[in-house]
Nanobody
Framework: VQLVESGGGLVQPGGSLRLSCVGS????????MTWYRQAPGKERELVAR????????RYSDAVKGRFTISRDNAKNTVYLQMDSLKPEDTAVYYC????????WGQGTQVTVSS
């Protein structure tokens, strides 16, 4: 089982990034997919979640209206489109897959700074 995130990097405030997470070794379409983030000195927090069926999504208040989560089950991939980025969005972003069992990616760094 593997989850591999990509798409992180350095971006200026107000900019955009698109994170991707590719899953392998499990039946991706059955899993609830969630993006979490962890900033230095802070606890890991939920950013956005998408259910296995239908367009049902959930966002933290901090990112609602700026971030969009989506999935392509044919590609075993979940995305996080991040717009209007703020310095406080700086964190390591992790992909999580949940369906009874719980899998995590290694994380990708997002830094928002001028």
């Amino acid at each position: 089982v593997q989850l591999v995130e990509s798409g992180g990097g350095l971006v200026q405030p107000g900019g955009s990034l698109r994170l991707s997470c590719v899953g392998s070794g499990f039946t991706f379409s059955r899993y609830v997919m969630t993006w979490y983030r962890q900033a230095p000195g802070k606890e890991r927090e939920l950013v956005a979640r998408i259910l296995s069926i239908g367009p049902h999504t959930r966002y933290s208040d901090a990112v609602k209206g700026r971030f969009t989560i989506s999935r392509d089950n044919a590609k075993n991939t979940v995305y996080l489109q991040m717009d209007s980025l703020k310095p406080e969005d700086t964190a390591v972003y992790y992909c999580n897959a949940l369906y009874g069992l719980d899998y995590w990616g290694q994380g990708t760094q997002v830094t928002v700074s001028s």
